[in-house]
């Protein structure tokens, strides 16, 4: 295996982890809907930040940053929209 496909291969292998890792805390969310555990700081934080991890993987056309941090960002945005709607 040649050293990019090696470096494509860890990096899809990583982002199936980080991305992987990340469901479930986003399916309760969904399923329950409570959100009084979420930090809204931290979630604000997060989402800007993987959208910024999604833009630097755009620029470099790093694809296995750019989809897993997509994936990451529509679930991390879902909770934040959901930690405004639904914060008591």
Do not use: C, E
Not at 22 to 30: D, E, I, L, M
């Amino acid at each position: 295996m040649s050293t990019p496909a090696l470096a494509d291969f860890i990096g899809y292998f990583a982002a199936v982890l980080t991305t992987g890792s990340f469901v479930p805390q986003a399916w309760h969310t969904f399923t329950t809907r409570d959100v009084s555990g979420i930090s809204l700081g931290m979630y604000s934080a997060f989402t800007v930040g993987v959208a910024s991890w999604t833009i630097y993987g755009l620029l470099l056309s790093a694809w296995p940053v750019v989809i897993a941090n997509l994936i990451t960002l529509a679930l991390a945005a879902s909770i934040l929209i959901m930690k405004l709607r639904y914060r008591s």
